[in-house]
């Protein structure tokens, strides 16, 4: 908690809070591994702000340093704006294909705006595909499953306007 402004009543709530949660991280550990879930591991990780949420969520589509990236941005854009621009930037990031970077560039987006605690991200999103007009010029399409339900018609809508700016 250090360089947070707040008063030493508040500063022990918050440290309550911080060693509650890790007890109970402590005990879902130890019934996870006892083998009798799908998963033997906690599946959603700790994470103290959008930032690392987001991060962490996204972990598998290599977006490392994300996190940083996003509390930079935040100082002076608001919520919508950092989607855009940080999956401006996640575009540009090496990829095997345009394609996937692409794909990483607005589900991170989405992660922002949905603030890291919906699947929609994930599983909302099937992939994204780069196809041809008849006239030569590209387009993007983005495929969604079910999931994207969770993140609401804006949600959605706005996934489309990252796939446009990306």
């Excluded at 996937?100 to 589900?107: M, S």
């Excluded at 987006?109 to 599983?123: H, K, M, N, R, S």
Aim: proline share 3%; with cysteine; hydrophobic share 40%.
């Amino acid at each position: 908690m250090a360089g947070v402004a707040c008063s030493k009543a508040m500063e022990e709530y918050f440290n309550g809070l911080f060693s509650e949660a890790d007890r109970c991280y402590g005990i879902a550990r130890r019934a996870r591994s006892r083998g009798l879930d799908p998963e033997v591991f906690v599946e959603i990780p700790r994470a103290e702000d959008l930032a690392s949420r987001c991060e962490k969520l996204l972990e598998d589509w290599h977006v490392e340093g994300v996190a940083e990236r996003i509390r930079e941005l935040s100082k002076g854009h608001n919520r919508e704006e950092v989607s855009l621009l940080v999956a401006k930037e996640m575009a540009g990031q090496p990829a095997k294909t345009r394609e996937e970077a692409i794909d990483r560039a607005v589900r991170v987006g989405l992660a922002v705006l949905t603030e890291g605690i919906l699947v929609a991200p994930l599983e909302g999103i099937a992939g994204c595909k780069i196809g041809r007009n008849s006239d030569g010029s590209e387009y993007l399409s983005i495929s969604f499953a079910g999931p994207i339900r969770a993140a609401g018609g804006t949600g959605q809508a706005l996934s489309v306007r990252i796939g446009d700016v990306v």
